[in-house]
């Protein structure tokens, strides 16, 4: 336990910024799956691009608050980006 007034109050908001990037973390995860799912499952192109586009913004998000790196962001649209591309192209064909 901290001795100094000011470490107290350190540790009291670096506790409260945790459990807030916990709970932002887990909703991007969500996110996240939530795509994967819907292009696992055959979900029609137009739904899975509004659920893609609601990803893409919370990543953009989660990037900005410095819940997740800017490169983690880029590299997990990037890839969610491929899949969806990639079930265009099987659905044109």
């Known amino acids: 336990m901290p001795n100094i007034k000011s470490a ?3 540790v009291k908001t670096s506790t409260l910024q945790r ?14 799956k939530r795509i994967e ?4 499952t055959g979900v029609e192109l137009s739904q899975a691009d509004a659920v893609m586009a609601a990803t893409m ?5 989660a990037a900005a608050a410095g819940v997740i790196h800017k490169n983690t962001a880029a590299r997990k649209k990037s ?3 491929r899949k969806i591309n990639a ?7």
């Open 8 to 10: 107290e109050k350190r």
């Open 57 to 61: 913004k919370d990543l953009d998000q």
């Open 19 to 32: 459990l807030r990037n916990k709970g932002r973390r887990s909703a991007l995860r969500t996110s996240v």
């Open 37 to 40: 799912t819907a292009l696992e």
């Open 79 to 81: 890839r969610l980006m």
């Open 87 to 93: 079930r265009r192209q099987t659905a044109e064909e």
